[in-house]
């Protein structure tokens, strides 16, 4: 109940849409109830009894009325004939039933405002989540997992908050309305109808209970299959290079077979409680027919207009009942899909900004690091002791084998991750005492994994920037050499790129994605092996970018070809999570250690 709780705090911001919403369905109840348990009796005495009314005739009461009193039901719809009192009943049908429908549809307007704006409201807050959370929760999950948290976990909270929850509430209604008509009809024969309702309480209880359980596995499948669309799409020119067609195939056709398995399972046992519950209602039913129409035979208290009228009001009962049994239904697939959505919005983010925390507006001295030390986890790669200092206008290259903790040492810088001891400074303030927001805006990145967004090339280059100068635009692209191959494009810088911008080569790729960090000129330029993954006359291009940019900019270059940074002011050697060697090119080469055999290694094979 807390999680439902919780969940239904999300209705907070739509109550004026869900308080009619309720009105609404409280009427369409009555309305419903009055369609159905007073159409039969009514036009029953109509047909058999022609009563005349004098004009001072004995006034009833409104009991008299549920009772279906003959003369109090022919007193209150008038009319001199036959013919006239059923022209009144048949216009009295027509308007309750267009009153019925006049509720329905506005309570059903009610309902979507309030159901699509909870979801919305979801999607944005769990989206909104995403972007506060550390990489490390991003390394841990699937892309397709978070992507279903987002799409179809959200999609079935929508049958506990909104959806669900109107229908419970309507029915609800309907159910007192029909048990107050029993109760008025006759209170004996509907107390014995309610020995049905404790027992199907307790089967729509206990399908609950495994409704949830079995939903949560479900939701997991769907996450998984949702995983295997994401990587494939996003892999697909490897896929075909390998010839995995059929493997792929066979990979997604085994978890869409788990998923269909926990579907049936899911399906067989909600569909439980629809049939138990109407069994125990017609067993109920059948033991008061009995009962009543004994009392009837034997010339008892009992009409027959009321044992009519109390039996379509019994009956009527079981619906209700039912469609709470199937409610149920909605209300734990929305509950468990909530547990999911819940486990992201309650993860701490654990790079967030000081109370106290201090907004810079540029670089003006030195950057350094003092004794960092960094681990991803137990056993898992650190950093030991990283020491070292980059001033202003210098150019700073990290070398060494793979894996050594070159990218880790940058990723410190923009607080992607914090060290576990020593700290990173800026004009000599710890990075953690500056908002997040002002340190990045110091920095541009550029990676070997250069990620592009399926729109134009002005729109990447500009990335976020709502006032874009076409003349900074074109700088931006000239400077990273990538005018050239825009111009090109019929559409020029309005050419649509495609998703990660797969309507370029990686060489025009990586321009772009240098140019987006020179439009945000920024004082300190990152680039992240950059040039790894290039060819010989994109990465000499690029280097001549990375040369122009020199002057009054702060340059960190994690260089895999040695060639591209023998300029650097400082190059340091990492190597198992450690600073080696630091010096000049010159420098190290003289020092003949683990530069020099790099260095030697890259010649011998150029």
């Not at 109509?46 to 005739?57: D, K, L, T, W």
């Not at 509720?103 to 506060?132: A, P």
């Not at 993860?347 to 003092?370: C, L, M, N, Q």
């Not at 987006?516 to 290039?534: G, Q, V």
Request: hydrophobic fraction near 45%.
């Amino acid at each position: 109940m807390p999680l439902y709780f919780r969940l239904l705090g999300f209705l907070k911001p739509h109550l004026k849409y869900f308080i009619p919403a309720v009105f609404s369905m409280s009427l369409l109840a009555f309305t419903s109830g009055v369609s159905l348990t007073t159409i039969v009796p009514v036009t029953q005495i109509i047909f058999e009894a022609n009563v005349s009314i004098q004009p001072n005739a004995e006034q009833y009461t409104i009991k008299d009325l549920l009772r279906f009193d003959r003369r109090a039901v022919i007193q209150l719809i008038g009319g001199d004939s036959i013919e006239e009192r059923l022209f009144r009943v048949c216009v009295f049908i027509f308007l309750i039933f267009l009153i019925k429908n006049i509720f329905w549809y506005v309570q059903n307007y009610f309902v979507i405002r309030v159901e699509q704006g909870v979801i919305r409201d979801l999607r944005n807050v769990i989206y909104e989540k995403y972007h506060s959370l550390p990489l490390t929760f991003f390394h841990e999950k699937r892309a397709g997992e978070l992507i279903s948290r987002v799409t179809n976990d959200v999609t079935l909270v929508r049958g506990a908050v909104c959806n669900g929850l109107s229908d419970l509430i309507r029915n609800i209604f309907l159910f007192i309305f029909y048990l107050t008509v029993a109760l008025l009809a006759s209170w004996r024969m509907a107390l014995a109808a309610l020995i049905v309702f404790p027992p199907a309480i307790l089967i729509i209880s206990l399908i609950g209970r495994r409704l949830r359980i079995n939903s949560t596995v479900t939701q997991e499948k769907m996450a998984a299959v949702t995983s295997i669309i994401q990587e494939t799409v996003s892999g697909i020119r490897v896929v075909k290079a390998f010839g995995m067609e059929k493997f792929e195939i066979s990979r997604f056709s085994r978890q869409v077979g788990d998923y269909f398995k926990t579907m049936v399972r899911l399906t067989r046992t909600a569909s439980l409680g629809v049939p138990l519950t109407e069994l125990l209602g017609a067993a109920a039913g059948a033991l008061i027919l009995w009962y009543g129409g004994r009392q009837i035979i034997s010339g008892g208290d009992l009409t027959t207009s009321t044992f009519m009228l109390f039996m379509l009001a019994a009956f009527s009962m079981i619906d209700p009942i039912k469609k709470i049994s199937q409610v149920n239904i909605d209300i734990q697939q929305g509950l468990a899909a909530s547990k999911r959505i819940f486990e992201i919005i309650d993860t701490p983010p654990s790079i967030i900004d000081k109370r106290t925390a201090v907004i810079i507006d540029g670089f003006r001295s030195v950057i350094r690091y003092e004794h960092v030390c960094f681990s991803y986890g137990e056993n898992e790669f650190s950093l030991k002791d990283i020491d070292f200092e980059l001033k202003r206008g210098e150019i700073l290259a990290l070398v060494g084998p793979s894996g050594g903790g070159k990218s880790t040492i940058v990723d410190l810088l923009p607080r992607f991750y914090d060290p576990d001891t020593g700290r990173v400074t800026i004009d000599g303030k710890d990075i953690r005492d500056i908002s997040i927001g002002s340190l990045r805006s110091l920095l541009g990145i550029v990676t070997q994994d250069t990620i592009l967004f399926n729109d134009t090339i002005a729109a990447n280059i500009a990335y976020g920037s709502a006032d874009v100068s076409p003349d900074r635009l074109k700088s931006a692209a000239a400077a990273a050499f990538a005018d050239e191959f825009i111009e090109r494009f019929p559409n020029g810088y309005d050419t649509m790129i495609g998703d990660r911008g797969v309507r370029l080569s990686g060489g025009q790729r990586q321009r772009l994605a240098i140019a987006r960090a020179l439009f945000k000129d920024p004082p300190i330029l990152i680039f992240d092996e950059a040039t790894s993954s290039l060819d010989s006359e994109s990465e000499l291009l690029i280097q001549k970018a990375i040369d122009n940019l020199l002057a009054g900019r702060t340059v960190i270059v994690v260089a895999h070809r040695l060639s591209t940074i023998r300029n650097a002011d400082k190059i340091l050697v990492i190597k198992g999570g450690r600073i080696a060697e630091q010096g000049s090119h010159e420098e190290l080469i003289k020092k003949d250690g683990e530069y020099k055999r790099l260095y030697d290694i890259q010649f011998v094979e150029s």
